[in-house]
């Protein structure tokens, strides 16, 4: 089936430092999304990119839908202690009508004052 | 105002019972879903549901059940429970066959 690889599993940075991850398929997508989980929270959608090549900010994040449409990568700038979570990728499976989406496994993100 | 609830919060119960979690939007929208969070953090989709087909993933058990008595719930009923059963079961929205899926905030399950 399809999966997605997100790099790396977890990352430990100071804060007001820059955070790049990336997510990587086999398999081709049309759509990416980024979410963000915090502690005993449900994941909560940051960035949705549609379009290969295309790059989309929200704040302070920056997400980009690779050229390849197998790949696609999130930055955070500045980071700052709020910004503590774990960090999906996720794409939709193809399922009958509705789109069922299928998530990475994570990065986990610490942020250290 | 919360778009996507559930209860419980947290469940605690033993090998055998049948339980259920209840999960309520208020966005509007016609398609919900139902993923599984293991200890890892993998979220899996179990079911999505709208009012004109149930897709199931062929990996769950006959023993999860999603039931909607209207379009704004989607509740998971699940029987004879087991300790593989333990997770973090979430809820989630769209709207049609969007993409862009809105989560509640979980339910703990551990089955003792």
């Known amino acids: 089936g399809q999966q997605l690889n997100q790099s790396p599993q977890s990352m430990f940075i100071q804060e007001g430092e820059d955070v790049s991850m990336n997510c990587t398929s086999s398999?081709?997508?049309?759509?990416w999304l980024w979410y963000k989980q915090e502690p005993g929270e449900g994941p909560v959608l940051l960035i949705a990119l549609y379009k290969a090549g295309e790059l989309t900010s929200n704040g302070r994040l920056t997400a980009q839908f690779g050229i390849t449409r197998k790949d696609s990568f999130l930055n955070i700038s500045a980071s700052i202690p709020s910004d503590v979570g774990i960090y999906f990728c996720?794409?939709?499976?193809?399922?009958?009508?509705?789109?069922?989406?299928?998530f990475g496994s994570g990065t986990q993100l610490t942020v250290l004052p | 105002d919360t778009a996507v609830s559930q209860t419980p919060k947290y469940l605690v119960t033993q090998m055998g019972n049948d339980k259920s979690i209840k999960c309520e939007q208020n966005?509007?929208?016609?398609?919900m879903y139902w993923y599984k969070q293991d200890s890892k953090k993998f979220l899996k989709i179990m079911f999505s549901?709208?009012?004109?087909?149930?897709?199931i993933n062929e990996t769950v058990p006959n023993r999860f059940s999603p039931k909607s008595p209207d379009k704004a719930h989607l509740n998971l009923h699940i029987n004879s429970l087991e300790l593989g059963d333990s997770a973090v079961y979430f809820c989630a929205s769209s709207q049609g066959s969007g993409v862009e899926q809105y989560f509640g905030p979980g339910t703990r399950l551990t089955v003792t």
């Open positions: 996720a794409g939709p499976l193809l399922s009958g009508s509705a789109r069922q989406l299928t």
């Open positions: 966005l509007g929208h016609d398609t």
């Open positions: 549901y709208n009012n004109k087909e149930l897709i």
């Open positions: 398999s081709i997508f049309n759509t």
